[in-house]
């Protein structure tokens, strides 16, 4: 059994100290034979918790030329994440026992990070009939999380059944929230630039108005909501109210709307096309003092890997969707850390214990104890480096971030004991002689 011994590194961004891993465990430091252990100098890095994102898109079945599962989680690892939740929209769709148990086992064969399937809340993601959520909570995939994101469960009756039902099962409901009456056509934020533009607008109400309604259709249920990718001031006051009223609701941001703006749409590029779209500089701001304050639970990638050809187009034609794993840390660190605030710790809290406890994976209730699964990232926040598609690990390049500078590195990762990154590369399995 190797035992790893990594010293000096400011554990959750604190004083430096020691963290030992042995047997897939965090073991104390002290208890460990220091001759023959491996050892790693974290010196100036700081060490965080294996990353949670409740929000990928592994496109597997179906998407296979934009991502596999085995592509995306090492994007996933490269990217300081542990574990992944896989969003249900793919073809088939997660509806069935069937999808989300080969999804949960191309996961564990993929091996660098733990994939937990999201299952559909409706039939096809057509918004109709409630799927079997029962069977798939029960199935292998243990299901906890149900979503239709890519569509809206606009039907308020179909979401307060799918809200009753995830009670019963301990499981939530994450709402892509987008109001289809107000948002057909829709290309990008709704303001003057896009007046100017000549792109169709999307209304903040659009977003906000489901969230208001599916808040009060939780509280009537009992049932937990979560509310996808909130990207407008209007939606952060909705959720704080919410919970004001002692709502069971939770929200995640996204990198990109944490650090991005409608402005860049002025290049007509399609990588900053995305659902729902970049927004004002003043939703911007809202959003991080709502992640700083806890009215935003937690960050989520929405890593939606697209192809080539569905980008290389018109604005107004092209995909909606940005790549996110590897680039969401330094992100987060830009726009949260260095503006003071977040400190490590917080990001913790808001990239990994929070979207674990959100999702029912456990391990991750005690971040970086001992005794708990050995899921640790060493980052070097020091670090600055510029984006580049050829060093990005998943199959799609999509991202908003190319030729664009960030802060921060992953260097290593740890994912129950098994080194996933070495020095920002990924560790490739060992073939056994
Ligand atoms: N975010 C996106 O722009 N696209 C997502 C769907 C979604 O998250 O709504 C996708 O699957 O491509
Ligand atoms: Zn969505
Ligand atoms: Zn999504």
Same mark, same amino acid.
């Given at each position: 059994?190797?035992? &790893?011994?990594?010293?000096?590194?400011?554990?959750?961004?604190?004083?430096?100290?020691?963290?030992?891993?042995?047997?897939?465990?965090?073991?104390?430091?002290?208890?460990?034979?220091?001759?023959?252990?491996?050892?790693?100098?974290?010196?100036?890095?700081?060490?965080?918790?294996?990353?949670?994102?409740?929000?990928?898109?592994?496109?597997?079945?179906?998407? +296979?030329?934009?991502?596999?599962?085995?592509?995306?989680?090492?994007?996933?690892?490269?990217?300081?994440?542990?574990?992944?939740?896989?969003?249900?929209?793919?073809?088939?769709?997660?509806?069935?026992?069937?999808?989300?148990?080969?999804?949960?086992?191309?996961?564990? /064969?993929? /091996?660098?990070?733990?994939?937990?399937?999201?299952?559909?809340? &409706?039939?096809?993601?057509?918004? /109709?009939?409630?799927?079997?959520?029962?069977?798939?909570?029960?199935?292998?995939?243990?299901?906890?999380?149900?979503?239709?994101?890519?569509?809206?469960?606009?039907?308020?009756?179909?979401?307060?059944?799918?809200? +009753?039902?995830?009670?019963?099962?301990?499981?939530?409901?994450?709402?892509?929230?987008?109001?289809?009456?107000?948002?057909?056509?829709?290309?990008?934020?709704?303001?003057?630039?896009?007046? +100017?533009?000549?792109?169709?607008?999307?209304?903040?109400?659009? +977003?906000?108005?489901?969230?208001?309604?599916?808040?009060?259709?939780?509280?009537?249920?009992?049932?937990?909501?979560?509310?996808?990718?909130?990207?407008?001031?209007?939606?952060?006051?909705?959720?704080?109210?919410?919970?004001?009223?002692?709502?069971?609701?939770?929200?995640?941001?996204?990198?990109?709307?944490?650090?991005?703006?409608?402005?860049?749409?002025?290049?007509?590029?399609?990588?900053?096309?995305?659902?729902?779209?970049?927004?004002?500089?003043?939703?911007?701001?809202?959003?991080?003092?709502?992640?700083?304050?806890?009215?935003?639970?937690?960050?989520?990638?929405?890593?939606?890997?697209?192809?080539?050809?569905?980008?290389?187009?018109?604005?107004?034609?092209?995909?909606?969707?940005?790549?996110?794993?590897?680039?969401?840390?330094?992100?987060?660190?830009?726009?949260?850390? /260095? &503006?003071?605030?977040?400190?490590?710790?917080?990001?913790?809290?808001?990239?990994?214990?929070?979207?674990?406890?959100?999702?029912?994976?456990?391990?991750?209730?005690?971040?970086?104890?001992?005794?708990?699964?050995?899921?640790?990232?060493?980052?070097?926040?020091?670090?600055?480096?510029?984006?580049?598609?050829?060093?990005?690990?998943?199959?799609?390049?999509?991202?908003?971030?190319?030729?664009?500078?960030?802060?921060?590195?992953?260097?290593?990762?740890?994912?129950?004991?098994?080194?996933?990154?070495?020095?920002?590369?990924?560790?490739?399995?060992?073939?056994?002689?």
């Amino acid at each position: 059994m190797t035992v &790893t011994l990594l010293t000096g590194a400011r554990i959750l961004g604190g004083e430096p100290g020691e963290l030992a891993i042995a047997d897939g465990l965090l073991v104390d430091p002290a208890t460990i034979d220091r001759d023959t252990a491996e050892l790693v100098d974290a010196s100036g890095l700081v060490a965080l918790p294996g990353l949670v994102d409740l929000h990928t898109h592994l496109r597997q079945p179906g998407g +296979e030329q934009a991502e596999t599962i085995a592509t995306g989680v090492r994007a996933a690892a490269a990217g300081g994440y542990t574990c992944v939740f896989a969003m249900a929209n793919t073809t088939p769709v997660a509806d069935t026992p069937a999808v989300v148990e080969q999804v949960h086992r191309l996961g564990v /064969e993929a /091996e660098l990070a733990t994939v937990r399937p999201i299952g559909a809340v &409706t039939v096809g993601l057509a918004g /109709e009939r409630l799927a079997d959520m029962g069977m798939l909570a029960g199935s292998a995939a243990r299901v906890t999380v149900f979503s239709d994101d890519g569509h809206c469960v606009a039907d308020a009756e179909l979401m307060r059944r799918a809200l +009753e039902h995830a009670a019963s099962l301990d499981a939530v409901i994450a709402q892509h929230a987008q109001d289809p009456a107000l948002t057909r056509g829709s290309v990008m934020h709704e303001s003057p630039l896009a007046a +100017e533009l000549g792109l169709t607008g999307w209304p903040s109400a659009a +977003e906000a108005a489901i969230v208001a309604r599916d808040a009060m259709l939780a509280e009537a249920a009992g049932a937990r909501l979560h509310v996808c990718h909130v990207s407008t001031l209007e939606t952060v006051e909705v959720v704080r109210a919410a919970k004001a009223r002692g709502i069971a609701i939770t929200a995640e941001v996204t990198p990109h709307h944490l650090l991005l703006t409608e402005e860049l749409v002025r290049s007509y590029d399609a990588r900053y096309k995305v659902n729902p779209p970049l927004r004002a500089e003043r939703d911007v701001r809202a959003l991080r003092e709502a992640l700083a304050d806890g009215t935003i639970d937690i960050v989520a990638t929405d890593h939606a890997p697209h192809a080539p050809e569905a980008k290389q187009t018109a604005f107004a034609d092209a995909a909606f969707g940005m790549v996110g794993l590897e680039t969401a840390l330094g992100a987060v660190q830009q726009s949260m850390v /260095e &503006t003071g605030l977040l400190d490590w710790a917080g990001v913790a809290r808001v990239m990994s214990t929070t979207p674990a406890a959100i999702g029912r994976e456990p391990g991750y209730e005690a971040p970086l104890a001992i005794g708990s699964p050995a899921h640790v990232v060493l980052v070097d926040p020091a670090a600055r480096g510029t984006i580049e598609a050829s060093r990005l690990k998943g199959r799609s390049a999509n991202s908003p971030f190319l030729g664009v500078e960030l802060p921060g590195r992953v260097l290593h990762v740890w994912h129950a004991g098994r080194r996933t990154v070495t020095d920002a590369e990924i560790t490739e399995k060992q073939v056994q002689a």
